[in-house]
């Protein structure tokens, strides 16, 4: 397994105890070289370097899968520069959240594959994903399917049942590809997202940005992560706003679900059909997310 960085430089304590957690594991793990440069204080590097040693690791052969070490910002910046008819030609998976939306969004629509937000180095790996969602890691890497999440009645903002593919992220970052050649968005999907570190009228002005782009009108359902630090001065009016842009809809809403900034993060897989069953209280990966046995433990 290969560690990527396309955003943010990463510190060497906690990426060398992740590796360490994930080596236990059983795990082969190699390092792009660029973790640990530093570019203008807030990148792992040049554009020219990290857009190299990304592109130098997807083209190997000798990868089951690709994590990233951490988010930040800078993924946006190399869009242009990925490889990503090496990514179409040999597809593995790539996992990573936050700033990684960005490079989930890149490759469903210029290579045409499916990724997964899910667990990076700096946070789960560091810290160690619970028992639970590391079984679930595991399970979706083997290929097995379908796989089922129990929600609780307190999660649920509206009532339904929806399938459709599942894609989303980042807001910020979904928002901000919005009319580039990366914007990506499925119609009659399942659209999950998550935050941090945002006041509740910067979620209004992103999530009214989607609206008024014709988005949340064509949506099935929505997934809601935990959002870490956000509205925490005003969380009625963060409720608020969720409400009035999501409730009595028709669709299936569910909110607090086990992803986001706070780690521990439930593997998500972009691409893949999924149902959001708000009344039987369950959301279901229906199909699997890639072939059987396509990652181990090595």
Known sequence: MAVLAASSPSTAERIERARRHLEEAGLSVEFASNLFAR????????????????NELLR?????????????????????AIDYQAIATNPRPLIGYSDVTAIH???????GVASFHGPMLNTDFFERLSPARDTWFWSMLGGEAPLSLDLLDEQILSPGRASGILFGGCLSLTAALVATPYD?????GIWFWEETDEPTYRIDRMLTHLKLSGRLQSIRGVMIGKLKKCGESD???????????????????????????????????????????????LFTIEEPAVEPATTRRR
């Open 184 to 188: 990506f968005w499925v119609d009659d």
């Open 60 to 80: 190997r052969d000798d990868f089951d899968a690709f994590l990233f070490a951490r988010g930040g910002y800078g993924a946006m910046r190399i869009l242009d």
């Open 105 to 111: 969004q890149a490759v469903a629509a210029r290579a």
């Open 39 to 54: 570019d203008r204080s807030y990148l792992a590097g040049s554009d020219e370097v990290r857009a190299r040693e990304l």
């Open 235 to 281: 969380a009625g009016e963060l409720n608020a706003v969720l409400s009035e842009l999501f409730v009595n809809r028709g669709i299936p809403v569910v909110r607090d679900l086990p992803f986001g900034h706070h780690g521990d993060n439930l593997l998500l897989p972009i691409g893949r059909r999924v149902t959001l069953d708000a009344d039987a209280r």
